[in-house]
């Protein structure tokens, strides 16, 4: 695809169907836009697409720049300043893979605030799509009855939209379908599997503009390793962490927390965060594999977390999302435990109202560790 549009004063948005100007998307003298005025009047201040409008405000303000926020999955939430080339850059090279037509219809289901949501925009930017807003939500293909050849959605909105017959059919009918801002339950790859079209799960971050990085999950090339985009460089640290060069979208060299392990093509897999490890009497084990070993075994839904342990340094905690355990979940919690490696079961078990999660519906590991933390200290 060559008619790419990264001259921003030149670029349009088509939101569904009606295509708007840099004019009339620009806020000028302090007034808000026209779009601005637009969907404020006719949805409300607060509505998905008042928000819409603002990020394409911002966009077309002349400055070189563009504020997101990180999701906080592990840590504070913090704000970015990124440069709007770079994110033409990732956007390009995303069109680009996936073969994404002048308006074609992309589905845009994701907050606003975020890298995740603010990339589908700008993909619509520079490809010319028509960006049909969904506000965010559990069900974005309940009111949905169009074709859609691009769609972004988060493991969570596929979960939800796989329980339900009518929706189910049109995930299935999205052309390409890409899955972020979490790991994807494995029996969620099971199903997706047989879907007719194209269906990829993302590696990426704010720090990277969405994703370098995408892993097929369906049809004969399905696999288990994400391969980078050609203009992304990947090496590992001396603590087996990725590192990513990718001058189009980031600006200096990356080391991230994710341990990753290289097949010989060069692809990865992620096996977990280095700040997800927990030091348990000298034994090294990462959360996300104790995990993965407990999700086939455990019929609630859970995380695995840590709390501070006089003899051990650390002791693993399995937190349950129950207002209390019965005896009866008692024991399924305990014989779940007991097929895990002896150094992998959890010491203390907490059932919580609700696990803690992040503005994207990743585990909040800090807010998960506090809980335990919290409930260790009440215990005695």
Request: some cysteine; overall charge neutral; hydrophobic content about 40%.
């Amino acid at each position: 695809m060559d008619d790419f549009t990264t001259e921003i004063p030149n670029q349009t948005i088509t939101i569904s169907g009606k295509t708007y100007t840099a004019e009339d998307a620009r806020a000028t003298s302090g007034k808000p836009s026209r779009l601005q005025t637009h969907f404020r009047k006719q949805e409300g201040e607060e509505s998905f697409l008042a928000a819409l409008s603002d990020f394409l405000a911002e966009w077309f303000d002349g400055s070189d720049t563009v504020k997101v926020h990180t999701s906080g999955s592990t840590g504070t939430p913090k704000a970015l300043h990124v440069e709007k080339r770079r994110m033409m850059n990732s956007a390009m090279l995303t069109v680009s893979f996936l073969h994404l037509r002048r308006g074609e219809n992309a589905l845009l289901c994701m907050p606003l605030q975020y890298i995740a949501g603010k990339m589908v925009v700008v993909r619509a930017l520079v490809a010319g799509l028509n960006l049909i807003p969904v506000t965010p939500c559990g069900h974005p293909l309940q009111s949905i009855d169009l074709p859609l050849t691009f769609g972004a959605l988060i493991p969570m909105q596929v979960y939800n939209s796989l329980q339900n017959p009518i929706e189910c059919e049109r995930l299935k009918n999205i052309r390409h379908l890409i899955i972020g801002g979490g790991a994807v339950d494995p029996a969620i790859v099971q199903t997706l599997r047989s879907f007719p079209h194209g269906v990829w799960s993302t590696y990426g971050m704010t720090e990277t503009l969405s994703h370098i990085a995408l892993r097929k999950l369906n049809g004969p090339d399905a696999s288990e390793w994400y391969t980078p985009f050609d203009q992304v460089a990947l090496s590992l640290s001396d603590e087996n962490t990725l590192v990513i060069d990718a001058p189009l979208v980031c600006p200096e060299r990356l080391t991230t927390n994710d341990i990753v392990e290289f097949n010989r093509s060069r692809q990865f897999r992620v096996i977990g965060r280095k700040d997800n490890t927990i030091n348990t009497g000298g034994v090294k084990v990462q959360i996300e594999q104790v995990e993965a070993a407990l999700k086939p075994l455990l019929p609630l839904p859970f995380l695995i977390t840590s709390a501070p342990d006089i003899k051990f340094g650390e002791r693993i905690v399995l937190l349950v999302q129950a207002t209390s355990l019965s005896d009866e979940g008692q024991e399924a919690v305990s014989k779940a435990i007991g097929q895990l490696p002896a150094y992998w079961r959890p010491k203390q078990t907490i059932p919580v109202n609700a696990l803690p999660l992040t503005g994207t519906g990743k585990p909040d590991r800090a807010t998960a560790k506090a809980m335990a933390r919290d409930a260790c200290n009440i215990d005695g």
